[in-house]
């Protein structure tokens, strides 16, 4: 049964930072392009940033240089350091998995960015 437990969200002031996990099991990690997306209420889910199993990394342009995407294959885990965070980046963050084949989606965990 595959498996993705997103972790590390929270409430944090402008400015903060936070660091969100995703362990992932039921899959062979390291062959997975690993994934963080956000989706707030009435809007389309929207891509993140996005990590190879050979640790080529990509990110949407309003995170650029905020965020950093890693994973750890030894631990089956992605993480996302979040850093600068604005008011803006308030929503659920979902982590994602997917090959040629298949995509699974973590449940989300809450980030609000919030005075």
């Known amino acids: 049964q595959v498996q993705l437990v997103d972790s590390g969200g929270g409430l944090v002031q402008p400015g903060g930072s936070l660091r969100l996990s995703c362990a992932a099991s039921g899959i062979f990690f390291r062959i997975y392009t690993m994934g963080w997306y956000r989706q707030v209420p009435g809007k389309q889910r929207e891509l993140v940033a996005t990590?190879?199993?050979?640790?080529?990394?990509n990110y949407a342009d309003s995170v650029e240089g905020r965020f950093t995407i890693s994973r750890d294959n030894a631990r089956n885990t992605v993480y996302l350091q979040m850093n600068s965070l604005k008011p803006e980046d308030t929503a659920v963050y979902y982590c994602?998995?997917?090959?040629?084949?298949?995509?699974?989606w973590g449940q989300g965990t809450q980030v609000t960015v919030s005075s």
């Open positions: 990590i190879t199993g050979g640790g080529s990394t």
């Open positions: 994602n998995a997917r090959n040629v084949r298949n995509i699974y």
